[in-house]
T-cell receptor, first 116, second 113 residues
């Protein structure tokens, strides 16, 4: 079955280190998204991509970067991890439905990141 | 600014006690109102998409409805396994916002046996 996976599922790192979270989907979806989920803030969009070589900033993109070199993967990099980036990170993917209707985003299982 | 507000923040029900969750949205150019279910330690699981006022969709004990300003998730005769956080999200059309979802903060539903 097609799916979306994230790795690692749990990560502990230190302030200032570079961290990369992986997201892989086998649906061949063009659209991929990264969110963070925090108590009191819900899900907030970090970065998104509508296809290979396309990346866009979301509402909380500072300190994060993404690159899209193929359809299946959208890794999220924290250039210099900060304690404020301790959170649960979710990747999602979607494909534009026919008839111009909006697509549905399907989410991965999440990565819990702790920055000490 | 697009906003999505869910109420109540938490809801406790007895098994079999029907109720509704509310999702109010203030967006221009709505192109979909989404409902998701999220279990602890897991990613959101898609439930419904509603596109126009008056539309309704059902799945087992859940029914989602949409008006021009809000959506309701009705839960009929809930069971303990319906306990979860329910998220709603709006999606707008066009410009730089195309394809992005704006999420509410969720309603934590607990159903006691």
């Amino acid at each position: 079955d097609a799916e979306i996976t994230q790795s690692p599922r749990h990560k502990i790192t230190e302030t200032g280190r570079q961290v990369t979270l992986a997201c892989h989907q086998t649906w061949n979806h063009n659209n991929m998204f990264w969110y963070r989920q925090d108590l009191g803030h819900g899900l907030r969009l970090i970065h998104y991509s509508y296809g290979v070589q396309d990346t866009n900033k979301g509402e909380v993109s500072d300190g994060y970067s993404v690159s899209r070199s193929n359809t299946e993967d959208l890794p999220l990099t924290l250039e210099s991890a900060a304690s404020s980036q301790t959170s649960v990170y979710f990747c999602a993917s979607s494909e534009l439905a026919s008839g111009g209707n909006t697509d549905t985003q399907y989410f991965g299982p999440g990565t819990r990141l702790t920055v000490l | 600014e697009d906003q999505v507000t869910q109420s109540p923040e938490a809801l406790r029900l007895q098994e079999g006690e029907s109720s509704s969750l509310n999702c109010s949205y203030t967006v221009s150019g709505l192109r979909g109102l989404f409902w998701y279910r999220q279990d602890p330690g897991k990613g959101p699981e898609f439930l419904f998409t509603l596109y126009s006022a008056g539309e309704e969709k059902e799945k087992e004990r859940l029914k989602a409805t949409l008006t021009k300003k809000e959506s309701f998730l009705h839960i009929t005769a809930p069971k303990p396994e319906d306990s979860a956080t329910y998220l709603c999200a709006s999606r707008v059309y066009g410009g730089t916002s195309y394809g992005k979802l704006t999420f509410g903060q969720g309603t934590i539903l607990t159903v006691h046996p």
